[in-house]
């Protein structure tokens, strides 16, 4: 974890303005959707977690405890997952031939057990709509020559980001980068 290195914030034009270039992804092609997705969630890490964490702070600010069961609840299902599928094969190979399904069953699982506690609605919007934005954004947002430079970084392992650790545990390591 000492090597892992948070990658610098985009500028607003890089990310959202003049200089951003955005095109509706290929639905008939799911491989290279699915790599523009990795690879951008790689490359504006650090402004997909800002602009999560502002939206974050404000339904914190409407519904602090509701935010902070939802926040808990999602994050013991995700790292409980993890666990199982690191410690038990069919789960281990069921990760990484279907990822999507993956983490919508985490999400699944957390929204049911948060429903029994009464903060969907905190849920939705503190949690769920953030990783909402972040995957549309990654989804129409076409990749530049700098973006992908510092995937190749990232996937020969010149650079360690957390967002690289987290694809790694989601089991789409060897997506990034190509």
């Not at 690879?39 to 914190?60: F, I």
């Not at 069953?105 to 057990?113: D, E, G, K, R, V």
Request: with cysteine; hydrophobic share 50%; proline share 5%.
């Amino acid at each position: 974890m000492a090597d892992v290195q948070p990658p610098p914030l985009r500028s607003l034009d890089d990310f959202l303005l003049s200089s951003a270039r955005f095109a509706l992804p290929d639905v008939r092609d799911l491989d290279r959707w699915n790599n523009r997705i990795i690879n951008n969630l790689l490359y504006y890490q650090s402004n997909y977690l800002l602009s999560a964490l502002c939206l974050l702070l404000m339904v914190g600010y409407f519904e602090p405890f509701q935010l902070f069961v939802g926040a808990t609840v999602v994050t013991l299902l995700f790292l409980g997952f993890v666990w199982a599928a690191e410690n038990q094969a069919p789960i281990r190979r069921f990760r990484r031939n279907h990822p999507s399904v993956a983490v919508l069953a985490i999400l699944l699982a957390s929204y049911l057990f948060i429903s029994v506690l009464g903060g969907v609605a905190v849920f939705l919007f503190g949690i769920a709509f953030p990783i909402l934005m972040v995957l549309i954004h990654a989804s129409v947002r076409l990749r530049s020559l700098k973006n992908k430079l510092e995937n190749r970084l990232e996937s020969i392992g010149l650079k360690r980001t957390p967002m690289g650790l987290l694809l790694e545990a989601l089991g789409q390591e060897q997506e990034a980068g190509s």
